[in-house]
C-alpha cells in the first residue's frame, strides 16, 4: 500500500520560512518523479514544484520561483520543500504527489499516480 504523508505545515507570518516534508512508504521511491502541489479555499489545485527521480531536475511555477527549493533523499524515502519569502497567498493545503516516470521534470508533474493527504501552510499578513 502506497502511502505518502506530509509534514511541517503550520502558522507563519508573511517574510517567515517553512520546510515541509513529504515521507514515502510502500513504493519503489527512487524511481518516481516527486512533486508538490497547492489548493487555497475555492481555488483549484495547483502544481507548484517537481524533482526528477534522481533529483538532477526540478521545475517551478513561477510565483515561487527563488523563494522555494524542492529536494529529495532517496535513502531516506523522503521529499522537502523549504520555503523563504513566505506571502499571504502562499496560503494553501500542500499536497505530496508521486509519478513513475524516468523522464525530466521539465513541466510539471502530470498524470500523478499517488498522493498525500496534505498538510496547511497559513501565512499572515
Known amino acids: 500500500q502506497v502511502q505518502l504523508v506530509e509534514s511541517g505545515g503550520g502558522l507563519v507570518q508573511a517574510g517567515g520560512s517553512l520546510r515541509l516534508s513529504c515521507a514515502a512508504s510502500?513504493?519503489?521511491?527512487?524511481?518516481?518523479?516527486m512533486g508538490w502541489f497547492r489548493q487555497a479555499p475555492g481555488k483549484d489545485r495547483e502544481f507548484v514544484a517537481a524533482?526528477?527521480?534522481?533529483?538532477?531536475?526540478?521545475y517551478y511555477t513561477d510565483s515561487v520561483k527563488g523563494r522555494f527549493t524542492i529536494s529529495r533523499d532517496n535513502a531516506k524515502k523522503a521529499m522537502y520543500l523549504q520555503m523563504n519569502s513566505l506571502r499571504p497567498e502562499d496560503t494553501a493545503v500542500y499536497y505530496c504527489?508521486?509519478?513513475?516516470?524516468?523522464?525530466?521534470?521539465?513541466?510539471?508533474?502530470?498524470?500523478?499516480?499517488?498522493w498525500g493527504q496534505g498538510t496547511q501552510v497559513t501565512v499572515s499578513s
Open positions: 504527489a508521486a509519478r513513475r516516470t524516468f523522464a525530466r521534470v521539465t513541466g510539471g508533474l502530470s498524470p500523478v499516480d499517488y
Open positions: 524533482i526528477s527521480w534522481g533529483g538532477g531536475s526540478t
Open positions: 510502500g513504493l519503489t521511491f527512487s524511481t518516481y518523479a
